[in-house]
């Protein structure tokens, strides 16, 4: 019996543009831009974190596929929404609505 399929981040990637993809989080609140490039000889894909002013955008990194720059900017967004305190203290992000600052 094959296993069952498993959640990735590439199912939160919208392409809105030809080769741009946007990733939302579960209040439908964009996280992360993913734009397909094309450097020399080399195509990929270029993650940055998602502002409405391009230049406040950060480059995140560089990937090959579409879905290990979703993994990426999925990883990156929840490693700054996670407390790494005691558990027991309030995280410094728990009511911050922009986590990427």
């Not at 809105?16 to 894909?45: C, M, N, S, T």
């Not at 990426?72 to 305190?85: D, E, L």
Request: glycine share 6%.
């Amino acid at each position: 019996m094959p296993e069952p399929r498993r959640w990735h981040p590439i199912m939160q990637a919208h392409e809105y543009q030809a080769g741009r993809w946007v990733l939302f989080d579960a209040h439908e609140r964009p996280y992360a831009l993913i734009d397909f490039i094309k450097r020399g000889p080399e195509l990929g894909y270029r993650v940055t974190t998602w502002k409405a002013r391009q230049d406040e955008r950060r480059v995140l990194g560089y990937y090959r596929t579409l879905a290990g720059g979703c993994l990426a900017a999925h990883q990156r967004w929840n490693a700054r929404r996670t407390n790494h305190g005691a558990p027991n203290t309030v995280s410094l992000h728990a009511d911050h609505d922009d986590p990427w600052r």
